[in-house]
């Protein structure tokens, strides 16, 4: 998973703009950023195995020179997760093309190995370089580069990337810096996100274009009109010159957007589709009490939500039955646990990031408000936590159906080994009393048996139901991706053994 940000500008140098893009992208990619600009065809390349935030400090602009220039954070979906690892892969593939892109190929090791017989050498362990080097072949071959109009080389682009598109299986949005301009490309089925914007002069003259992977940069650079979402299957080409943009549909199928971009990945002021991600988590709330209403009114006296992405949930949730919200959880830092690649990485950041009111908790019926549960090593360790500081009871309400297949497209859930609600021994969704027993291991470890029972009446579950997920997304399940909640994928599976098989020895190296 990556955040990736573009532009082309009239004047002056791109680099300051790419800097703080990259920082309003951080939460789709902690781990590493990187950057290149390019003039007059030079591109000049940065990177780093650290957060945006730090990545780019003490950079020195004036090595950057360039109107034109692509960033990303990223965060392993493949790779090893070693500090070398991590630095090698940050580096955008450099070539006569360069590149950047956000989410995963299923079919990417197939790929790699096709190339590998064929001669390539690669230099990282990414998606990317499989897609830079099927792209790069492909402008070669249409000889992109050899043309003088900017209307024959965009024709020559969109003609090579309709050839690619068969060969690429899964979620793709790609932003290509050249030495003629900026090409944006978002995969057929739309799965993840690309956005583009213009800023203009007072006349209406367009004097900046740009792309990224959500709406969050172009608000905190300020100054951009028109923002609109990249259509499935569409390529943009934008000349450094800026005379005009060309666009062409390269596919014409159904969008199966990933609704895990409203639940949990997006920051709350991305919109995608013109709807604002904070409106759904609103709404979820909304849609969540409605669901329930009838069963749980009179079962708990406060909500605590779980930091930080369901606050506006807890408050609608919670304003529906007239409980007070208590924050009685509170988050220390920044880490997304979720955005860790080891279950040991993952189990620190837990018991690092979160602080406890005890006195919001003690003797309290708590309706304990999440996003979603994946893993369940969070919601685990809260339980654990909440009952040692003296809660009555604990009911979960989940602002997302139950999790119970693989992502393939660029979330890191790619084994169904560790899906909380997957049965995976029996190959069946758990039921929510076994969900619960899960959730309650290390809580009633020690206990009797009297005990663990009496705290299993203690604890209940509730999932939000996916068609009320939808409305309060605003779209229609089927122009949805549903592959984590149904296990049935918008495009083929054929290749996602063998990336499994590489992401998980990438991960106990």
């Not at 309290?364 to 009952?387: C, E, N, P």
């Amino acid at each position: 998973m990556c955040g990736i940000y573009g532009t082309v500008r009239h004047s002056g140098p791109v680099v300051g703009d790419l800097i703080a893009a990259a920082a309003a992208l951080e939460n789709r990619g902690p781990q590493s950023a990187a950057l290149v600009t390019v003039q007059q065809g030079q591109f000049h390349p940065f990177h780093k195995a650290a957060p945006a935030e730090i990545a780019f400090f003490g950079l020195k602009p004036d090595n950057f020179p360039g109107q034109s220039g692509i960033c990303h954070t990223r965060y392993a979906t493949t790779g090893q997760d070693t500090p070398e690892a991590i630095d090698r892969n940050a580096r955008p593939p450099m070539g006569d093309i360069t590149l950047v892109h956000n989410g995963d190929t299923v079919n990417a090791e197939i790929l790699r190995t096709e190339l590998a017989q064929a001669g390539r050498m690669f230099h990282t362990q990414t998606d990317t370089e499989v897609i830079h080097m099927i792209i790069e072949r492909a402008f070669r071959l249409r000889q992109v580069a050899r043309t003088k109009s900017d209307r024959t080389y965009a024709q020559r682009v969109f003609a090579a990337l309709r050839s690619v598109q068969p060969q690429l299986v899964g979620a793709w949005s790609i932003l290509i810096l050249t030495a003629r301009g900026l090409i944006a490309w978002r995969g057929p089925a739309g799965i993840r996100p690309l956005l583009m914007a213009e800023r203009q002069e007072v006349a209406g003259v367009t004097t900046e274009v740009a792309f990224a992977s959500e709406s969050s940069a172009f608000n905190r650079l300020g100054g951009y009109r028109r923002i609109r979402d990249v259509p499935a299957g569409t390529a943009v080409f934008v000349p450094h010159t800026l005379e005009r943009c060309y666009i062409e549909r390269l596919s014409w199928r159904q969008e199966k957007f990933c609704l895990f971009e409203f639940v949990y990945l997006a920051r709350p002021d991305s919109r995608f589709g013109g709807i604002r991600v904070e409106v759904v988590r609103d709404q979820a709330g909304v849609q969540l009490a409605k669901q329930y209403d009838a069963t749980v009114r009179g079962t708990f006296d406060i909500v605590v939500p779980v930091p930080d992405c369901p606050q506006s949930t807890a408050a609608s949730f919670a304003a529906t039955f007239g409980v007070p919200v208590k924050h009685a959880i509170r988050k220390v830092g920044n880490k997304r646990s979720f955005l860790q690649t080891s279950a040991e990485k993952r189990r620190k950041a837990i018991s690092d990031k979160f602080i406890f009111i005890r006195e919001f908790i003690g003797g309290q019926r708590i309706a304990l408000v999440d996003d979603s549960l994946v893993r369940g090593a969070t919601l685990g360790k809260l339980l654990r936590h909440l009952f040692l500081l003296g809660a009555a009871e604990v009911h979960l309400f989940l602002a997302c159906p139950e999790i119970i297949g693989p992502c393939y497209y660029g979330i890191d859930t790619p084994d169904d080994h560790a899906l909380l609600a997957w049965h995976h021994n029996q190959q069946r969704p758990r039921t929510r009393a076994e969900i619960v027993d899960e959730l309650l291991i290390e809580t009633c470890q020690g206990l009797s048996d009297a005990d663990r029972a009496s705290r299993h009446q203690q604890v209940s579950i509730h999932y939000l139901s996916l068609e009320r997920l939808a409305v309060a997304i605003g779209r229609p399940a089927n122009q949805l991706c549903l592959g984590c909640l149904t296990r049935h994928y918008p495009t083929p599976t054929d290749g996602v053994e063998l990336k499994r098989e590489r992401w998980i020895a990438d991960r106990t190296l």
